[in-house]
């Protein structure tokens, strides 16, 4: 009665509405925000943050760092702690209506998702996807800066899972032992990147390769360690360029080439301001530099402020000398004048 006769909504948003708010109610048991379950106050931070990862280990599980590191029992105590930060900072619940956007092309990407159930759908300039349960949308936006490739609808009323980009990194930089894992799982998924024929939002990066090996880590330490010769030939390429072979001609927009950010910055966070990659108004770059990175530049930086003072004092003395030289020109002119005339 409110929405059709005091404020003459159309019939169409009316029922809409009705059946989003019927739909919340009923479920509003079963998925209550937890600022609403006021006795969850109550918890001790330990105990809600390991509430919080169990409610959503499904989408912590399918995220890629922690799908590597849950399973490694070197840094497994690590990860869990890494793993509850995230459910109790990052992670949020969200209720769609049907046919509610949830992102669409050529938006700046701030937040990845998890589907709870499949009334969501994929609208790609290749092909239309029905998005399936439990699939993470968006998830390259952890590892670098990112423009949605295509748009997201849901198309009844479905929920989702959302983790917060800034949150993720914050969380995931406070343990060395994830920090160093992130930093060598971020290069290599943007190398991944570089290889797609058809960029998408839906895309997952694969942690095993063909001999059943993880790249995310080197094989011989079990610290987690970043492999040298992996460092070594993303710095050469990061240079020189990488050489590949002709590819298949790809329907739609040619893919580009997402390559590391300049030499000095530090792992802070995953992701920056800084793009060096177009595709169809996508930006994306990754800054996954060692920290060790920082010291070079910073010496470097010295050295440039040495040389510029002593290029600065050879100007001044280049000065003096011009002006030695045009205070002292006229008398040199008429000594030659003189000697010219005494010669006539």
């Known amino acids: 009665m409110f929405l059709k006769h005091q404020n003459d909504i159309p019939i169409d948003l009316s029922q809409r509405v009705t059946r989003f708010l019927q739909h919340a109610y009923r479920q509003r048991s079963s998925r209550t925000a937890d600022s609403e379950v006021a006795i969850f106050g109550l ?23 922690l799908r590597k590191i849950l399973t490694n029992e070197d840094v497994l105590y690590q990860a869990e702690t890494v793993a509850q930060k995230l459910a109790v900072k990052a992670l949020t619940t969200v209720q769609l209506a049907q046919n509610d956007m949830v992102f669409n092309r050529g938006a700046v990407a701030d937040t990845t998702y998890f589907s709870l159930d499949e009334n969501l759908r994929y609208f790609h300039y290749v092909e239309d996807v029905e998005v399936k349960n439990h699939t993470l949308i968006a998830e390259v936006a952890l590892w670098t800066a990112w423009v949605h490739i295509g748009d997201l609808v849901s198309t009844d009323m479905t929920g989702l899972v959302a983790i917060d980009i800034d949150a993720f990194c914050r969380c995931v930089s406070e343990l060395q032992e994830t920090h160093q894992q992130a930093i060598f799982l971020a290069q290599c998924i943007v190398s991944a990147l570089n290889d797609l024929d058809n960029m998408s939002d839906l895309w997952i990066y694969e942690i095993e390769d063909e001999d059943g090996e993880s790249p995310v880590m080197d094989q011989g330490s079990s610290q987690g360690e970043t492999n040298p010769w992996h460092w070594f030939w993303s710095r050469v390429t990061s240079v020189f360029g990488r050489r590949r072979g002709r590819r298949k001609k790809a329907r739609g927009p040619a893919p580009s080439a997402v390559v590391p950010a300049r030499k000095g910055l530090c792992w802070v966070c995953l992701r920056s301001r800084d793009a060096s990659m177009h595709h169809g108004g996508t930006d994306a770059v990754f800054t996954g530099i060692f920290n060790a990175e920082a010291e070079d530049a910073k010496s470097i930086c010295h050295s440039l402020k040495r040389k510029a003072k002593k290029w600065q004092r050879v100007l001044e003395d280049r000065q003096a000398i011009r002006e030695i030289v045009s205070r002292e020109a006229p008398a040199e002119k008429d000594d030659v004048l003189q000697k010219a005339e005494q010669q006539a």
Do not use: H, I, M, V
């Open 43 to 65: 918890l001790s931070k330990p105990l809600n943050a390991e509430l919080q990862f169990t409610r959503y280990k499904d989408c912590l599980y399918s995220l890629t760092l």
